[in-house]
Every structure is written in C-alpha cells, then in structure tokens.
C-alpha cells in the first residue's frame, strides 16, 4: 500500500481534472490479454519445473531494475530510427511491457508503480505532440517517425497496461485513456487511413494495436475497427483507390485484421512480402490473435481460414537457410533468424495452442529463452522433461497469393556423403508489394555455413542512425531492387516491368512443376512470361545427389524464347575469392568504368572480360574454408565477365560484391545451362586442401526449343548424364520422344535424369 498512499494527493488532482467516459465495457477481469489470472497463478505455483522459464523472468528483471534505477526518460521526439529519442521511446515500450508481466508473476508493486509513472508521463506529453517533425513518411506518427512505429508502442503497451489495470485507481485508468489510449488509436485508425486500411504489414500492426488496447479497456467499438477495418464513410475520398495494398471487393474497402489473415498469406501460409516481413508481422498476429482467444474464443481466431496463422509460423521456419536465418527475400536484412524475439513468441504460442510439435521444442532450445507467458512456461516445462526432438527442414514448395495461384518459391534441400546440407531457394512469387524485388526467376543457395551464391537483400542499415536514419537507402532502389542485382537473367540491360511496381504487382510468374519425391533428384521449375515484352522465360532447377559427388550438384537451365534479337546478362552472385579459369581474360589493372548508365548497371565496375576458349567456361572460387565450381556452356561469341558492385556510391551504401556475368547479344531465343558443385574443403591449421578441383569437365546443351530442352554434363572421369525435360507438357503420364542427330531420347513424364 506504500506504493498507494505516496499518489493521493496526485491522484486527488487526477480525479478533479478528468472528465469521465462514458463507455459500455466488456466484462472482463486483469489480466485478460496476454496473461490471464489463471495461468498467472499456475507460473507462480510451478516456477521450479521450468527452468529455462525462470533463467529469463530473471533477466527480464535484472534488466528492468536497471532501468528503474536509472529513472523514466519520456523525451520530446525529434530523430529517426537510430537516433536518442526514437531508441528511447522504443526502449521504453519493452521495459513497460515486461514490468507488467514481472508485476504479474512476482507480485512487487514497484513495476506497477513505475507503469503507472511512466504511462501518466506519456499522458501529459502525447496532447502536446503534433506530427514528429521529420515528416518522412506516407503515415508519419508523433511518438516515432512513422505511425508504424507508435502501432510497435501501443501493441507492447496495452499488455503492461492489462498487467496493471486492476491496481490502478479508477482516476488513473481515465486519464490514461482519455489523453492517451483513445487519442493514439483514433491517431493510427481514424486519422491515418492509408496506413490502417490497407493489406500490409505495417497495418497489421496498426489493427492489431487498436484492437489489443480496445480489448484492455473493454471498447468494443475499437475492437471491431481493428478486426472489420475502417467504415468507407469513415476514408476521406482521396484514400479510397487500390493502390499500396489496398483492396476492394464490389466496390467496397476490404481492410481490417481479418482480410490481413484472408490476404497476405496464401493457403500454405506464406505470406506474400517475404519471410523477413512476417518475421516482424507474426508478433502482433499472434499477440492480437492470443488476446482474441482469451476474450472472444467464440471467433475461432486460430482455426481461422484452416490454421493460416499456424501455417504462417511453420512457412516462416521452413523459409530459412540450414543455421536458421531467413532467406532475404524482397526488402530483407540478412541475419535475422529463428533468435528473433518475435520467433520466441510465435514458436511458443504456436507450440501451445497448436498441438504440443516436439520438433518446435529444440527451436525453443536453440533460442535459449522463452516468451513470459503460459506458452512459454509450458515450453519450459517440456524442455525440462526432455520432450525436444529436432526440428528438421525439408524440400517444399509455397504457393504465393490469397488463391495461391501467384507463383510461389520452391525450397531444395538435400545432404551429401560429406552430411552438408545444400539448400536451394528459387524465386517465382509474385512482386511482394511494396517491399518486392525484381528478381523473378532467380535463386540462391547456402549450406551450412550460409550463403555460397546469393541475394543482396535490401541496401539498408536497420536502426543505424549514421547510415540514413536507418532507413531505406537510396541504393535501395537504384541497387537492390533491380533485375542486376539477383542471379537471373537482365534483358537489354532493363530492368523487369521498366522498374514499375504497379505493373509488377499486375502480374505473377507461373508455377510449371515442382518434384521432391525423389530422395536423389529434386526438381523446381516456373515461367514468366510478362517481365519483358515479347519475352518468355523459363527456368529448371535440378539438385542431384550421387554417391560419387561429395555434396549435391545443381543443374540451372535457363531458356529464353523471344519475337526478337536481344542481348541477355545471367550473373551469378557468387561468394568469395576468384582462384582460376578456364578461360583467357583481360583484367583492368589501372582503371575501371561501369557497366552501364542506369538500372543497376551504374553501379557496377567490370574488373574483367574474357571469352571462352572452349565450349564451356568454368571458374573456381574459394569461400569460408570451402572450394566451388561452376561449369556453363558458352558460345563462341559469349562475353565472360567479373564485375563488382560498389560504382557511383559516394557514401559507401553498398557491399562491394563480386559477380561473374556470362553476356550473349544479338539473339532470339537460346537456352543457357549451367553446373555447380560444392567439392572441397581447406584446413588452415594442417595448411592441406582437399579435393580442391571439381569433378564435372563440361555441359552441353544437345537440344533446346520451345518444346524439349535435353543437356548433357560429363565428368573428368568420363561418367556422363543426360537431362531431358518437356517444356510445355508437366503431365507425369506423357511419353516423349525427340530425335537429335542419329541418337533418339525418350522417356515418360515431364521430366527425366539418365547416366549414360
């Protein structure tokens, strides 16, 4: 009561100042949102069986006491992401939200008392804010630079409020949601339509804090909002178009928490801006979809369109390399992987309310930490019990679009006599909206140190204030966006669709066939048909495992058929160092220019150019211990060439990459093919290399048109393989036959591997 009787005299001003709302509440007790009273008391009694659960309440506390040492800071905002005010407030909203659960679980007033401070600062500051000066974005906010942020706040904030709310006077209860509460969600909602009402995830943060707070203070008005989106008479006039995500359905806005669950994900759960998106968006969907169970479980939130959110967080744990970090997919920073905190708490709730998956156990483990909640407790619990069994990645594909007739991404894995995992990733998803690349057709591929060819990702430095304000640098467009920039094929030196978004998001490419039944040959393929005019790509990815390789080999076909003479740039992003060629090149030594004027090309200086000697041209490159090949035909014609990002960057914004670019000109149609082989490793303590030269001698397209595409690829030993496919027929009943010289293929199925 120490803690009670210190506010009267401030609490007697409270009460004297405030008009009262008049509002019907939900019947409700606190905490009801995340926590809930019962599964407060059931932490409480058995906190000895959970270790783990009890390793981090402990440095959740250890890291609050240290911040109510230091006193609330609650400064007037003026920076971007990076910059004091902006990391403060952002502090803040975690330290609030596990006060509230450590009020919650060891009863000490001091955290509830140092909500209630904080909270009443944040009352008298937030009447006082206009926009945040910056005013750089579509939806600026006040607290933050942008709305998305202050919706981060708000959805971290009406849990420590939930935690508190009982303790807290009814005065107090008032004035916060007077000044504060309603102010901000009618801020992010009623004021900023074009950030609340669209399919996005910066609205899934904006619905979900509005309906989280709406569920606290027993608004069902809020809450409807959050789930249903705005009213159309409620979007001024300019707002109301289908641009940026928005969605309109017989005339009528389709917006809100639900049409987020309807589409942004496909039927598989992959969600359509990209693993890195949903990495940041699956916490307010799972938070706002928990706090749903506990106060309307009659709305089956987790049932909802057959367990999309369920799929969403097995889809997120699927799309990521064999160490766990997402594939950067669109507008994606690399690194950021299953330790995400958002990952802690998708992985626990989805462990909880979804089926008790042992295999989410050792995630959990790898975490080394658990979300403060009852779904987290109990992952603590079964942990403690040994329950774990390991979580195992496989070859799958994902559906892109709310039809899932967008395209997709089709994932290979396999591992080698060596017991690395190769892992391939091939892009044929739809434009990802805003945040989307264009990069159709392209792929990447890592093992199990990380990346060996790669995507850039997005050029920009989260939360680095030095490097733009952490926001997307210029670089971003100019660089990561363009076709270049990825490991497909640039026609005419252009960008897909000229670079326009809007004309990308009109179309998708088209899934042809993807085949992982067999343990040995896994195969994806699609097509695009829109990304140039008159144009059609068409892209097969095969990785093969045979006992005399080391690791897995990739089989890349590419073919263009086209109305007219064009000239193609296929680059491989490749990582590493340069050891040798089969080919002669001249290097420049002294100087170096770019490689053209603009859509990415301004940015890359060519180091070298060569032509091949014989018909195919193959490099070797060392990287993280590790010797790779790539064997790809070549005519006579074809221009070979390194290049190296880092042109016309007077601020130093972008990785200095190397690329190594095969440049065919003055051609219809043609098909490129290609071989990699992972084949060697490098013991810097023994100074002994092994298996330092790769296997495969040559590849040799021996037919390609419209209708067959048939390669060969030979070893130095002289073991040869013919790979044969139907271009335009994926029936697994078709027989084919094509007759190529004096030698006749056939074989049934659209596609078909033979060792000759």
């Known amino acids: 009561m120490l803690y009670k009787t210190k506010y009267l005299i401030r609490l007697l001003i409270i009460t004297l100042s405030v008009d009262m709302i008049d509002i019907t509440l939900i019947a409700q007790n606190h905490p009801n ?37 230091e006193g609330i800071a609650v400064p007037v905002p003026k920076d971007m992401a990076g910059g004091y005010t902006h990391e403060r407030h952002k502090k803040n909203f975690f330290i609030l939200q596990k006060a509230g659960v450590l009020f919650q679980l060891t009863g000490e007033e001091k955290y509830a008392a140092y909500i ?42 009406s849990q420590a409020y939930d935690c508190v709310y009982e303790w807290l006077e009814p005065a107090e209860r008032a004035l916060l949601e007077k000044d504060l509460f309603r102010p901000m969600a009618d801020f992010l909602s009623l004021e900023n339509p074009r950030f609340f009402n669209r399919i996005h995830n910066h609205s899934t943060w904006a619905n979900a804090a509005v309906g989280m707070i709406g569920l606290v ?26 641009d940026g995500g928005f969605i309109k359905i017989e005339g009528k806005n389709v917006a809100g928490f639900l049409a987020q669950l309807d589409y942004s994900f496909s039927p598989d759960g992959h969600f359509t801006e990209g693993p890195y998106y949903l990495r940041y968006a699956i916490y307010p969907y799972l938070l706002f979809a928990k706090s749903l169970v506990n106060h309307k479980p009659d709305l089956g939130i987790l049932e909802y369109r057959d367990g999309i959110l369920t799929k969403s967080v097995y ?20 690194g950021m992987s299953w330790l995400a905190r958002e990952l802690v708490a998708a992985v626990d709730i989805t462990y909880f309310h979804a089926g008790d998956d042992p295999t989410l156990l050792s995630i959990a483990e790898k975490q080394s930490k658990v979300f403060l909640d009852e779904a987290g407790f109990q992952v603590a619990i079964d942990l403690a019990q040994n329950k774990a069994q390991p979580f195992a990645h496989q070859s799958i594909e994902y559906r892109d679009g709310d039809d899932g007739k967008k395209g997709g991404l089709g994932i290979l894995r396999m591992n080698g006599t060596s017991n690395s995992e190769l892992c391939l990733v091939m892009k044929y998803a739809a434009h990802g909206m805003g945040h989307g690349h264009f990069d159709r057709l392209s792929y990447a591929l890592y093992d199990d140190d990380g990346e060996v060819i790669q995507d850039y990702g997005s050029a920009r430095w989260v939360n680095i204030d030095q490097k733009g304000g952490g926001r997307y640098l210029p670089e971003n467009k100019t660089w990561a966006k363009q076709t270049i920039a990825h ?165 130093f914004n ?32 023994r100074e002994i290399p092994e298996h330092p030269f790769g296997s495969i001698q040559n590849v040799t397209p021996l037919y390609g048109d419209a209708q067959y595409c048939i390669v060969s690829f030979e070893t130095k030993g002289g073991r040869e ?24 293929f056939e074989w049934r199925g659209v596609y078909a591997l033979e060792e000759k």
């Open 654 to 685: 972008l990785r200095h990459d190397p690329a190594f670019i095969l440049r065919r000109e003055n051609t219809k149609s043609t098909l490129f093919a290609s071989v990699f082989e992972s084949h060697g490793t490098y013991n810097p303590v």
């Open 116 to 157: 209630r401070d904080m909270l009443l600062d944040y009352a008298k500051l937030y009447p006082t804010l206009g926009l945040h000066p910056t005013n750089r974005s579509y939806a600026t906010g006040k607290i933050f630079w942008q709305c998305l942020n202050d919706a981060n706040w708000l959805v971290y904030v």
């Open 487 to 651: 490991n497909t094929v640039t026609v005419n030196e252009k960008t897909q669709f000229k670079g326009k978004v809007k004309a990308a998001e009109q179309q998708h490419p088209s899934r042809y066939f993807f085949d992982a039944s067999n343990p040995n040959v896994a195969v994806v393929s699609a097509k695009e048909t829109s990304a140039y005019s008159g144009t059609e790509l068409h892209r097969t990815m095969v990785m093969i495992n045979d006992e005399q390789f080391r690791n897995p080999l990739i089989l890349d076909l590419f073919r263009v058929e086209a109305t007219d003479s064009q000239q193609y740039d296929l680059p491989w992003w490749f990582q590493g160092h340069l050891l040798s060629t089969n080919f002669d090149y001249t290097a420049e030594t002294s100087s170096l220019s770019t490689m053209g004027e603009a859509h990415g090309y301004q940015h890359l200086w060519k180091e070298a150019e060569g032509k091949a000697k014989e018909e195919c041209a193959q490099i070797c490159w060392f990287y993280e211990g590790k010797f790779f090949t790539l064997t790809r035909d070549a005519q006579a014609d074809d221009a070979l060439i390194f290049a190296r990002l880092g042109a016309n960057d007077p601020d």
């Open 721 to 744: 393989w013919v790979f044969m496919m139907a271009n335009q027929n994926a029936s697994t009943d078709a027989q084919h036959h094509v007759q190529v010289g004096e030698k006749t």
């Open 217 to 242: 203070m027993g608004d069902e008005g809020l809450v409807k909002r959050a789930l249903y989106g705005l009213e159309d008479d409620q979007i001024p006039e300019d707002a109301r178009d289908n």
């Open 315 to 334: 889809a997120l744990l699927y799309q990521s390399d064999p160490r766990g970090a997402f594939f950067p997919i669109n507008d994606a920073q690399k």
């Open 33 to 69: 949102l995340i926590l809930t009273k019962p599964g407060v008391e059931k932490i409480r009694g058995n906190m000895d069986a959970a270790p783990l659960f009890a390793q981090t309440l402990a440095a959740a506390q250890n890291e609050v006491d240290a911040e109510i040492d």
